[in-house]
């Protein structure tokens, strides 16, 4: 179990990509295979970042700047209805903006030989 630490020092690298999972195995199947799919996408401005083939999932980033970002780094938004949920919530799980002041480092609990983990 991981646990999330640290806090956002407003780099901004979170507010410049949009991100999105397609279903591998179908995506794969309809390209033929993953460079056909970079080609395919990186015309049109989609990187494909990573994949996990446990979960079946292929991972894309749009490099579009959201217009609620200001030149000094800082949602205009923030503390207002306006913002979106999920900005709210960023990161929940590790991401791979290495600018990032958050990590995720194992649960105390869960470390074994540390008092209170599970065996
Ligand atoms: S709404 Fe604010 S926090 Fe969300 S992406 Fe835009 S600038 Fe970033
Ligand atoms: S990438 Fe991390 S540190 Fe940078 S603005 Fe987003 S949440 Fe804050």
Redesign the pocket.
């Given at each position: 179990m991981l646990t999330r630490q640290g806090?956002?020092?407003?780099?901004?690298?979170?507010?410049r990509t949009v991100n999105i999972t397609a279903v591998r195995d179908a995506t794969l199947e309809q390209h033929g295979n993953r460079k056909e799919l970079e080609l395919y996408l990186g015309y049109r401005g989609i990187r494909v970042v990573g994949e996990d083939k446990e979960k079946n999932q292929l991972h894309y980033a749009i490099d579009i700047p959201c217009n609620k970002l200001g030149e000094d780094?800082r949602c205009q938004v923030h503390d207002t209805p306006e913002k979106p949920l999920i900005c709210y919530r960023?990161?929940w799980e590790p991401?791979d903006?290495e600018?990032?002041?958050?990590r995720f480092l194992p649960t105390a609990g869960f470390l074994p030989g540390v008092s209170g983990g599970k065996p």
């Open positions: 806090e956002c020092h407003q780099c901004g690298e979170c507010c780094n960023y990161p991401d903006i600018q990032c002041g958050f």
